[in-house]
């Protein structure tokens, strides 16, 4: 391969822009579903809202991407709809049992699809870039779930091994549902392997992915 | 009794004011709970999100509210707590069993407690008045949910009856609650019986939300 230069035909770069859009959009709209269900297991009325307010930013979003959608003239619910498959499987097999499941799903497993698609989104075309990059700014998870799931190991240390045992199942999970997505989408497989440039691109970018993962683990205070 | 003007002690006229604050905010985080679980049984994604967003706006203003009883010196969680379990008795009594159930709850329940707590407001001083009235602006259920009620209807006409039979018994439960609220919070009742003036006013204000409630059931096609 080396360094072949290649370059999107345009209509190709089109359907990948929808199909990223589609899929963000799902997710941010599951993202909402999942919040809300888990905020029904805070132990404090501070944390409900606290989660509610999180949902509620991600609905914020998916009506960006929605609005984006229509200005390009899909019907977002159809661009949506190839995806409610695998994000639902994954949000099925990745149900939180408790509270602190749930803040490590949001924070761990939010993070690493947020950076993925922030790396795809670079190689967008302007405006999508920037729209996209902007729905995945945090939400607030990051601070609020480190505190929690923090302190919630510092009065039982013993939880640490659980959570990051849990860790693991849903970065696992994830990575199944993603090559699945991936695989079923020529648009959206060509604009990253473009956009990565060959397959040593993409070992890099899944490289920085496990890197930040590694971080975000490590500020809960849990074994990546 | 007759036409003698009572003026509530300003110390009572706070606590009425920590108390409607709290209550609201407490009804405005189990709205957002309630839809979001509504939202799930959405026929089709356009539903879902429509549901989801209502959900996003009680959230925006739940959070108003909080911030006002902060502002207050009152932590919003004090403040919610004496109305949990009569508003969660409410909702557990009253769970949508299907997709229009719930459009119905969302309009005629909270349409009914809108109209009441905006009664209240009237008693309250600035800002809380502001405040409240604001907080208490349409969300965008009405049009969502008269639209879709009055489409399945018309598909469906043997839906009315049941559909209205459930409407009486959100009325029924909304009442036997409301009642024990006001029964157990000593400032909330003496600001009613001060701003209503006597219980010629009491029935006055039954009356309004009686007849405004009556407009609701007919706009969705069914009968009061």
């Known amino acids: 391969m080396g360094a072949e230069v290649r370059v999107l035909d345009v ?3 089109r359907r990948a822009v929808v ?6 959009s799902y997710a941010e709209l599951t993202a909402f579903d999942r919040l809300a269900e888990d905020a029904r297991m805070a132990p404090t009325l501070a944390g409900r809202a606290a989660l509610a307010r999180m949902a509620a930013a991600e609905i914020a979003h998916h009506d960006r991407l929605s609005a984006r959608l229509v200005e390009l ?3 977002p619910a159809d661009a949506m709809a190839p995806f409610v498959a695998a994000l639902d499987g994954f949000h099925d097999q990745t149900r939180a049992g408790s509270w602190l499941e749930g803040l490590v799903k949001a924070h761990v497993g939010d993070g690493l699809a947020t950076d993925f698609y922030r790396e795809v989104a670079t190689f967008l075309p302007q405006p999508d870039r920037g729209l996209v990059e902007e729905v995945l700014a945090d939400t607030g998870h990051a601070d609020f779930a480190v505190r929690e799931v923090r302190a919630a190991i510092a009065a039982d240390p013993t939880q640490a091994g659980r959570l990051a045992l849990w860790a693991r199942r849903l970065v696992g999970e994830a990575l199944t549902q993603s090559q699945a997505v991936i695989a079923e989408h020529d648009d959206l497989a060509d604009l990253m392997m473009t956009g990565t440039g060959d397959l040593a691109g993409v070992g890099k970018l899944l490289q920085r992915l496990t890197a930040a993962h590694g971080v975000r683990m490590k500020a809960l205070g849990l074994n990546p």
């Open 11 to 13: 209509e190709v770069q």
């Open 19 to 24: 199909e990223l859009l589609g899929v963000l």
């Open 73 to 75: 003239g899909v019907d």
